[in-house]
């Protein structure tokens, strides 16, 4: 697109991602102030608002023209997001809240940046840790400036799994995911939940891990490590072995195309709609 400097996009997402992770550590030990959103187990802080109007702000003033979609301001908007061919930055300003209410240090700052829907830029920064996943679209994928890549595990009986609970409490929602839970665990080496969606995709970009499953996310929750964990070699895919669709809420993450395919083969596909 005319007029877009990516290298000073991705200097800005970089600057974002460090002033998120400032405020993230400052805020980690204190006591927090917890609202509840869509369910008992949906839960927002302060911090979290005032990270996504701050990043917000220092975007709108920098590129008025760019689109902004993030977490706190589509639940204020009744949860109702448009994603445009315009400039886009999609942010999750905590992903991992539960963590954070908690003090458990698996929280992340989540930003991808997209131009006609393709998500050029993912920046995943976990603050605690001081771990910074970047990727640019066909540059590969680096934690803290080293260079990425995926395991190379093809069989389920070999592999570590991470998925997650999420905090829907419907009860036939959580019944499948159960399921879904027992039938990785009864197959694979083991299942693991970080309580982070990007962060999951980025553990999988490192090899901390063979495959990710989730459904129930949302656009800012796995945008960013979407293209980090592809830029790394993984397959990333709809659950159901299809295209991915950012909107669909759902997602597949595996270090090869033969253990998705394995993994879709064995999962409940649940559809929670799209955002
Ligand atoms: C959550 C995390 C979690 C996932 C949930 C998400 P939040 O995001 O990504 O890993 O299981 O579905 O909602 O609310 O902490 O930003
Ligand atoms: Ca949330
Ligand atoms: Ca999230
Ligand atoms: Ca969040």
Redesign the pocket.
Known sequence: MAGIDLEVIYGTALELAAKAGEMIRDAFWKEKSVDTKMSAA??VTET?QAVESTVKAIISAKYPNHKFIG?ETTAAAGNHCVWTDEPTWII?P???????VHSIPEVTFSLGFTLNKQVVIGVVYAPIKDELFTAKLNQGAFLNGKKLTVNKTKDISKAVVIM????SRDVDIVDKKIKNIHAMVTNSHGVR????????LSHIAAGRGDAYV?Y???V??FIAGALIAKEAGATVLDPTGSELDYMHRRVLCACTPELAKQISEKLIHLDMGFD
């Open positions: 949906d839960l979290d977490e999750d905590i992903d991992g809240t539960t963590n954070f997650e609970g999420g905090s939940a970080y309580g982070s969606a990007a962060l999951n989730e129930g996310i949302h800012w929750d």
